[in-house]
């Protein structure tokens, strides 16, 4: 092993994992998104066959159910690919990086 005033380990020391506030809470979000989703699922489907036998009031309550297990289902894939980026999963896309600053002054004030 080479010695000297500059010879040094050449591992870093470990990075600390933490988990990450955000991700564990889109994580708790998409959680409770599935549940809500099953819940209205099973709730449609009820109302549904309830709606058949002839309460005609269940029609009304099968189409908040539908609608709500579809919104459930669509804010719990926002959430899926907020915690992407937010793991380090998916690169933003191109147009989200802003543009380095410029130099003012032009190119002979930057010399």
Known sequence: MAQGKRAGS???????????????????????????????????????????????????????AGAGAATCLFVGLMLVARLGAALGLTRPSEGDEPAPPRPTGGRRAAR
Not at 23 to 39: E, K, P, Q, R, S
């Open 10 to 64: 050449r591992r870093s020391a470990p990075a600390s994992r933490t988990p990450d506030k955000a991700a564990l809470g889109y994580a708790g979000g998409i959680t409770l998104c599935v549940i809500a989703w099953g819940y209205l699922v099973y709730a449609a489907i009820e109302f549904g066959s309830s709606a058949r036998s002839g309460n005609t009031g269940a029609w009304a309550l099968l189409a908040l």
